[in-house]
């Protein structure tokens, strides 16, 4: 612990070791202000001042707490288990032996990321095409225009953005000649702060251009009209409008999915073969792969290379670290 900042007696000391600990694990502002809740949330709960009081029966204390405002429904499965992943990264900073991290499994609070593979979440084309329509419809009665910014980061979203990005990224200022989109680490929204370069078609590319002349039209520098909170608050708010109205099931990250099984089916035409991710087939995984190498004539090893190196690839354009994370968007 030494050297280390560990004070949460006030709201700027835990913004600072907030910062700290999200520094400390190389991670963006998702991760700090994370960190920063759960800090206030020992700070409240168990009523310390600094980290050097934080003992073992505190933590499964926390931990039992969330498990009964899940039980109760006053706080989703997810957002207990976030809890528990910056308890254990916070102990994690501390680096005490006296401290154990603990597992959300053990307080029936896992989100069962592996559970969620082969799923299909993305929209479908015309669940997209109402939702824009029900957009266009709602600007030309009402002359708001967060409903055209809104419609317009939407149809940005088919270039691997998330909605957060979307409404962020700041287009006026991106080069997009070598038909690359550079997301910076900050301004643009990303999650954790983490720069990515996505590759674009000319479709993709005509979309950007698209909105970026809405932008200059209306002198905005991003399609997030007000603060970041109240676009994202209109945004969903917004969406429950429309779902209310027309009964029309639509996601903002259902076009993420979307555009994960078509770059999947893509990447597989670039190499002489038709084949689907398996979200879209519903098969088993078994099913799937040795579907696929009967209709192929593909070795285990030779399908297992390549469907490494486009997850890999599709990864990148996503901002994923991790392979198994787009297998939860393909199966």
């Known amino acids: ?49 600094t980290l050097k009081d934080l003992e073992q029966p505190h933590i499964e204390k926390i931990a039992s707490e969330l498990k009964e405002k899940v039980k109760v429904e006053n706080m989703s499965t997810s957002a207990a288990g976030s809890y528990i992943s910056s308890i254990n990264n916070i102990v994690k900073y501390i680096g005490s032996s006296y401290l ?62 998330r909605l957060r990005e979307s409404l962020l990224v700041k287009l006026g200022k991106k ?23 996505i590759k674009i078609n000319l479709e993709q590319k005509a979309t950007l251009l698209e909105a970026r002349q809405f932008l200059k039209n209306n002198n905005l520098k991003n399609l997030n009209i007000g603060t970041v909170r109240n676009g994202r608050d209109f ?3 917004t969406l429950k409008a429309f779902k209310n109205e027309t009964g029309v099931y639509f996601h903002f990250h ?17 190499k002489g073969y038709v084949i689907e991710c398996r979200a879209r087939t519903g098969e088993t995984k078994t099913e799937w792969r040795e579907r696929i190498l009967s209709e192929t004539g593909l070795s285990k090893s030779e399908f297992a290379i390549l469907d490494k190196e486009i997850r890999q690839e599709i990864s990148r354009d996503l901002g994923h670290e991790r392979i198994e994370i787009t297998s939860r968007y393909i199966g």
């Open 100 to 161: 154990q991290a603990i597992k959300a499994s053990n307080y029936e609070l896992s989100r069962n990321i592996s559970g969620k593979d082969g799923i299909n979440k993305e929209n479908t084309r015309e669940a997209a095409a109402a939702f824009k329509t029900w957009l266009d419809e709602k600007y030309t009665k009402t002359n708001d225009l967060r409903y055209a910014a809104l419609k317009h980061a939407v149809n940005i979203q088919s270039v691997n953005l």
């Open 235 to 237: 945004a969903n708010n």
């Open 175 to 197: 080069d997009l000649s070598n038909n690359i989109l550079k997301i910076a680490t900050k301004g643009d929204g990303s999650k954790n702060s983490r720069a990515r370069e």
């Open 1 to 49: 612990m030494n050297g280390k900042a560990l004070s949460i007696k006030n709201n700027s000391k835990i913004d600072y070791l907030a910062k700290e600990i999200s520094e400390f694990l190389n991670r963006g502002s998702a991760t700090k202000e994370k960190i920063s809740a759960t800090l206030h949330l020992l700070r409240n709960e168990i009523g310390i001042k």
């Open 254 to 270: 259902g076009e993420r999915h979307f555009q994960a099984h078509e770059a999947y089916k893509s990447a597989w035409q670039g």
